[in-house]
């Protein structure tokens, strides 16, 4: 069993640490740490995430959230969320009237209501989702942890971490089928944040984490579902990933060069290589 410290306002953050109901906004303005957020906008390049600029959460953003309430802490959405069952339109009065109350993050209409419902109703319905997600455990528990190697301070957060040392990450995606799935590792670099996941719980332990596992659910109905675990070649290609963003970070640290990127003339370049795929594909059936 893990120890977990309650978050109080103004607390004082000393790593390794897990914290129980840090909030969102709290959680994300820490200074002198990195996340894994970060670490990806830092290999598109330093300067992009040095001089990244601050954004207000968009509507993805908050229907996200509306998701992870739902299937996590289903009695605190039934508890805080308003549902507007009648509304079709944010541009409704009746919904202008709600979030000048309740704030938007927390007034959902008609279709974005049944979308975050049909999703928790799927899901919940299926057992072995089901018991995974009403695990015994802490839901967006923050952990705060130095890197052995670079010392550089990473915070990461569980969307639900299990007493038995499962963590379970919520993905909202259009298609859960293994092929497609894969793809979404790739673009969105998952395979990175399933191998830094893990291994900062070790770096605060001194123990494996138990799994890292990802609820692939699609937002459409009928809100088909999945729960994958991510093969060793992923997760070595998510370690080499992370440890070089690391790695440059504290470089960039340290020297306070943050360097976009590098254009030093024109470079060759071509199709994708999905599009050549299917380029030298064509090919070859032409010869056959």
């Known amino acids: 069993m893990i120890e977990v410290i309650e978050y109080t306002p103004g607390m004082e953050i000393k ?31 330093p300067a ?8 207000a959460p968009s509507r993805a953003m908050e229907i996200g959230t509306a998701i992870h309430t739902a299937l996590l802490e289903p009695q605190r959405f039934a508890d805080e969320y308003v ?10 009065s009746e919904y202008k009237a709600a979030t ?19 999703m928790q109703e799927a899901v919940l319905s299926n057992p072995a989702m089901s018991e995974r997600l009403n695990a015994e455990g802490w839901r967006e528990l923050s952990l705060f942890v130095a890197d052995p190697e670079t010392g550089v301070i990473v915070r990461v957060r569980y969307d639900l971490l299990s007493t038995s040392g499962i ?10 089928r293994p092929d497609a799935f894969s793809k979404a590792i790739d673009n969105y670099d998952y395979d990175m944040q399933a191998a830094l996941y893990s291994d900062a719980f070790e770096w605060a332990t001194g123990k494996p984490l138990g799994a890292f596992e990802f609820a692939a659910i699609e937002e459409q109905m009928p809100h088909g579902h999945k729960l994958y675990m991510l093969d060793e070649t992923a997760l070595q290609e998510g370690s080499r990933k992370y440890r070089a963003a690391l790695n440059l970070y504290a470089q960039c640290e340290q020297s306070g060069e943050w ?20 380029i030298e594909n064509d090919l070859d059936e032409e010869f056959i």
Not at 17 to 23: E, G, L, Q, R, S
Not at 32 to 44: D, F, H, P, V, W
Not at 259 to 278: H, K, N, S, T, Y
Request: proline share 8%; hydrophobic share 40%; net charge positive.
């Open 15 to 45: 790593p390794p640490c897990f914290v129980a109901n840090m909030p969102n906004e709290v959680y994300h303005s820490l200074p002198g740490m990195i996340s894994n957020s970060g670490l990806k906008l830092l290999l598109r390049s």
């Open 48 to 55: 992009h995430y040095k001089f990244q600029a601050a954004r």
């Open 83 to 92: 549902l507007l069952r009648e509304v079709k339109d944010r541009r409704a």
């Open 100 to 118: 000048k109350v309740h704030g938007t993050e927390v007034v959902l209409t008609a279709s974005e209501a049944a979308n975050v419902e049909g």
């Open 167 to 176: 963590a379970v990450d919520v993905k909202k995606t259009q298609d859960a």
């Open 259 to 278: 360097p976009g990127l590098p254009c030093d003339g024109p470079e060759v370049i071509g199709l994708p290589a999905w599009r050549m795929a299917q």
